[in-house]
């Protein structure tokens, strides 16, 4: 069962231009949504993150869309350069119980590889 | 601030071998992560420590995999015996309580040949 659907799972965009990256959750108990970046050979990155009593979050280029009752979250790159070619997970958090007490579990969508041209 | 270190950065073994990974995580950090990531996936969850204990191992193949974090700082994932399906970058993280600021190291590749 995939709970975080992500797309495209890949993206050509031009320097400059905007980057755009959507994901859909269904379990109405996530209440963390982050946006991780991957350069190959390396572990992902937190880039940026949200909570869903936002609609929008912006930290310098990046900015998440957040919509609650669409259960869909999106990350926009403003002035896309090429140093920004990488992968992106967005992944959705929640609080879980089980026998070892409760903890926070992280579930990652698929991944989109952006390649931006110079 | 030093980040999470992993070893070794590449593996190779035949199926049906034994391998073991090992990851030190940031000093003071309380929860340490173990992920699967196959090629062209997300990272996959396989087990959770909370300083030294087990808090979610619901999704790691208990007959092949075990993992300990001894004295709640360094953490061992071995796989025993190895399969095919098993070629994956194991990322580890580690974090405080809940999910901010959640730092992954740089992953040990694992090819099962």
């Known amino acids: 069962q995939q709970q975080v659907k992500q797309s495209p799972q890949s993206l050509i965009v031009q320097k400059g231009g905007i980057s755009i990256i959507n994901c859909a959750y269904e379990?109405?108990?996530?209440?963390?949504f982050p946006w991780y970046q991957q350069f190959p050979g390396k572990g992902p990155a937190l880039l940026i993150a949200i909570r869903p009593d936002v609609s929008e979050k912006k930290e310098g280029r990046f900015t998440i869309s957040f919509n609650k009752s669409a259960k869909q979250f999106s990350l926009h790159i403003m002035d896309s350069q090429p140093g920004d070619s990488a992968t992106y997970f967005c992944?959705?958090?929640?609080?879980?119980?089980?026998?070892?007490?409760?903890?926070?579990?992280?579930?990652f969508g698929k991944g989109t590889l952006l390649t931006v041209n110079p | 601030e030093a980040g999470v270190a992993q070893s070794p950065r590449y593996k190779i073994i035949e199926k049906r071998q034994s391998v073991a990974f090992w990851c030190n995580p940031i000093s003071g950090h309380a929860t340490l992560y173990w992920y699967q990531q196959i090629l062209g996936q997300g990272p996959k969850l396989l087990i959770q420590f909370q300083n030294n204990g087990v808090v979610d191992d619901s999704q790691l193949p208990k007959d092949r995999f075990s993992a300990e974090r001894l004295k709640g700082v360094d953490s061992t994932l071995k796989i025993q015996p190895a399969k095919l399906e098993d070629s994956a970058v194991y990322l580890c993280?580690?974090?405080?309580?809940?999910?901010?600021?959640?730092?992954f190291g740089s992953g040990t590749q694992l090819s099962v040949l």
């Open positions: 993280a580690s974090g405080g309580i809940g999910l901010e600021k959640l730092f």
């Open positions: 992944a959705a958090g929640a609080r879980g119980y089980n026998s070892g007490g409760s903890n926070y579990k992280l579930t």
């Open positions: 379990n109405t108990a996530f209440d963390y």
